[in-house]
């Protein structure tokens, strides 16, 4: 199969191991992203509209995943130097050189669609929720048939311009993310929403998340047949898209909790994986959303692991190994990157106490040994990507939350490698011997 799934957004448990064997398949990688950046100047459009880069060449405006309306009720937390970030757009040769000497084998990172960036071995996604201004506002974006053709065509032009150096190509970053908070309860850009579910001046919750997931995956199969007919057998790459996963797990063992349980992965990863692989959504989906869900020609729930800093992600180690083994059996084993897995610590931990990381290291610990298990009995794993390279600007938790195995002085952008990086560093060495 030449298209490479890449799934999971993975936060999972802590449990100490003295020693962690790396599959030998499987290359192990870093992750990161460019902070979207921006003023308020659109909040009748509750959208952000993005700054160029200081004495950089100058971008399109973009919405993001923060709409003003954050900055306005303080949801957004830590703005503070939020248009500096981490700087990795000028420190990006300092922060290479840290991949090189912890041993990972390629970066993962983002291409942003209105600013049209070198790498050890590049993974790009080319939509990491930064739709075009102009598009927003000239036919409402991802709710409009016509983004398919605009997505393509700008995937396209990434294919022709950066594909002689980039095999791994990611369509869109977690798409069910887009759909479920921009367009269900309009917590993210572009804010919509039905008045029921909340603060929103415009929306239809009902009908635009699936409206907007099947243009989504509608532009994916637009890219992919791009890339596939024009430029894979001379580029020699491969095609994807990120999925977050989040694994359900029945909350007894009857056969009531039990479906309760498949329907939640349905509705979560099946929505996109299953028309992406057997050409339409789930027929759970199907009889539930009924005539509302497109076409092609936490009740009584309980967590099952410790609670992560951020919040809704726990500590589920074992998760991973019934993930990998559940698309192995589910979706045909497609080929498979691990594209996100990493825990977070609070911002405001000092700099000797973030260094000394080993709650993080048995995290990595255990979840690569589960990673490594999955493997072993079939799953299609050939990448795995630690989320993430530095403590960075996180969305709506800004810098109260740090996920990087390099600390990061938010105050004078200086790098310093925490435990986890030095466990890193000699973990892939083995590896590599």
Known sequence: MDELVAVIQFVAGARELDEVAVPETVHFDLAGRASQRGSCSELPHLLIKWRAWPTRKAVGPAFGMLS??????????????????????????????????????????????????????????????DLPLTIEKKYKGLLSRRIVKDFADYADFCFKTFGDRIKNWMTFNEPRVIAT?????????????????????????????YIVTHNILLSHAAAVQRYREKYQEKQNGKIGIVLDFIWYEPLTRSKADNYAAVRARNFHTGWFLHPIIYGEYPKTMQNIVGERLPKFNEKNGVPIGPKGYLYGLYYVPWGMYKVLTYMRDRYGNPTMIIAKNGMDDPGNLSLAKSLHDTTRISYYKSYISNLK????????????????????????????????????????LKRHPKMSALWFQQLLARKKQ
Not at 383 to 407: P, Q, V
């Open 68 to 129: 003003c309306r954050y900055l306005e009720t303080g949801i957004l937390q830590s703005m503070v130097r939020r248009e500096v970030a981490v700087d990795q757009y000028n420190r990006y040769k300092e922060d290479v050189n840290l991949i090189d000497k912890m041993n990972f084998d390629a970066y993962r990172y983002s291409i942003s669609w209105s600013r049209i960036f070198p790498g050890l071995t590049p993974s790009a996604t080319l939509y990491h929720y």
């Open 181 to 209: 908070f921009g367009y269900d309860d309009g917590t993210f850009a572009p804010g919509r929403c039905s008045k029921a579910y909340g603060n929103c001046s415009a929306g239809n919750s009902a009908t635009e998340p």
């Open 373 to 412: 298990t999955a493997v072993e009995h079939g799953a299609n794993v050939v990448g795995y990507f630690a989320w993430s390279l530095l403590d960075n600007f996180e969305w709506r938790l800004g810098y109260t939350s740090r996920f990087g195995i390099i600390y990061v002085d938010f105050n004078t």
